[in-house]
């Protein structure tokens, strides 16, 4: 039997990732695939810890790609931080802050969840009151949640998590490369992002990155880790000096990240930060001319996942159907209990650019149009026009 060969679309990314990917990156994909002992291989992976710690603003030595996406980033950080009967305290206010309380729960950790409702993020004061109370050995929080598009600050609860001896544990799926994530600066002990996000890598990686201190955890540990694949004890013997064998290296993908990095570092992170937060303000002025609300917080929405509430008398599914068929433009629907109530509309990394939120505008407007709203005479894109005019 024969099967037609697989015929991808060129889609317009505007979802809550996968982004839009540079061609350089999908070129640094097709190159020839060498072994991973490789003397070419091993610089590359020398220069991609670097460049993720320039990103992750650290000078941690044990950062580095962990092979699988942004979930098994956030599995790597719990599953070797955590022994059984480990207190944890996890800080839920969207989807995934709930992934990695179910994470640490199967790692055999007590976890004790602290919640905040969708859209909102935590003060430091309910961060205090929960570690005192706690005593947790990890605290989870959730930087730039992508269920909800809430931004967490997180210089004062992480002061509050080190007064209480713990140790904080971000999530930067979303975050990095998109607004800042210091993590030197914060004082964030174990960190960990996927590349298909503000990196516009495919997916397929894990950045993460342990301080000091989260290190000094896993030394001491009694138990083995429960993961052998994502045993960082073992896999620092690859990454480090040693170049043990572990298990191969995705060598493609990390020849992808390599040269996603590397374009991230030649825009500048500062430039690259701004650029996010330039499309977002155009994409929100384009947004309110035809009267679509934000769902969460104003005061905390991230620039890279704009959460909005789907107007009345919009069919959610028509609309985003129509966007893919006829414009080709992928949005994100709700997730959890936002299903059906918001769009999630995506500006990270190389879909950040003003030809796409000024398509999707005029898109998004045709949509509702087709269905009868009628929409204010002001047109969307020349509000975002003024956006970019004033730039
Ligand atoms: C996307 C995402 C994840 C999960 O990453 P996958 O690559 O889908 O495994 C975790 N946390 C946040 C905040 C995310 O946005």
């Given amino acids: 039997m024969s099967f037609p060969a697989a015929t991808p679309p060129s889609r317009l990314l505007m979802g809550p990732g996968p982004s839009q990917i540079h061609p350089q990156v999908l070129s640094a994909l097709a190159a020839p695939t060498v072994g ?63 992934r990695m309380a179910e994470v640490a729960e199967r790692a055999g950790a007590e976890v004790t969840r602290i919640e905040r409702p969708f859209g909102e993020v935590f003060t430091a004061e309910e961060v205090r009151e929960a570690v005192q109370r ?33 140790l904080l544990l971000v999530d930067c799926v979303t975050s990095l490369g998109g607004v800042p994530v210091e993590v030197d600066k914060l004082g964030i002990d174990a960190a960990y992002s996927g590349t298909q996000k503000c990196l516009s890598c ?19 540990r009694t138990h083995k880790v ?48 701004a650029r996010h937060a330039l499309h977002h303000r155009a994409l929100r002025a384009g947004l309110a001319a035809m009267g679509i609300q934000y769902s969460g917080n104003p005061q ?14 919009a069919d959610d599914a028509q609309v985003r159907s129509q966007l893919l068929q006829e414009f080709g433009i992928e949005i994100g629907g709700g997730l959890g209990p936002m299903k059906g109530r918001v769009w999630r509309i995506g500006l990270m990394g190389e879909t950040a650019r003003s030809s796409n939120v000024l398509l999707f505008l005029s898109a998004l407007q045709q949509c509702l149009l087709r269905q009868g709203i009628s929409l204010p005479a002001a047109s969307a894109t020349a509000a975002a026009s003024v956006i970019y005019l004033e730039s």
């Fill in 36 to 98: 991973h002992l490789d003397p070419v291989f091993l610089r590359i992976m020398d220069e991609l810890q670097s460049m993720l710690r320039e990103v992750f603003g650290t000078t941690n030595p044990m950062t580095m790609a962990v092979s699988g996406t942004g979930s098994a980033g956030m599995e790597t950080c719990v599953v070797n931080l955590v022994e059984p009967g480990d207190r944890v305290l996890c800080c839920v206010n969207g989807v995934f802050g709930g």
């Fill in 134 to 166: 706690v005593r947790p050995k990890i605290t989870g929080i959730v930087h730039a949640e992508t269920s909800t598009g809430a931004w967490q600050p997180l210089q004062e609860i992480s002061d509050v998590v080190h007064e209480a001896d713990s």
């Fill in 202 to 220: 495919p997916p397929g990686l894990a950045p993460v990155t342990f301080g000091p201190r989260a290190l000094e955890v896993m030394d001491r």
């Fill in 226 to 273: 429960c993961s052998w694949y994502l045993d960082i004890g073992l896999l620092r013997n690859y990454w480090g000096s040693n170049r043990a064998y572990h298990h191969t290296a995705p060598i493609n993908m990390n020849y992808a990240l390599h040269e996603a990095l590397r374009l991230v570092l030649d825009e500048g992170l500062e430039q690259r930060y």
């Fill in 300 to 313: 905390y929405c991230l620039p890279m996942l704009n959460s909005v509430l789907i107007p009345e008398g």
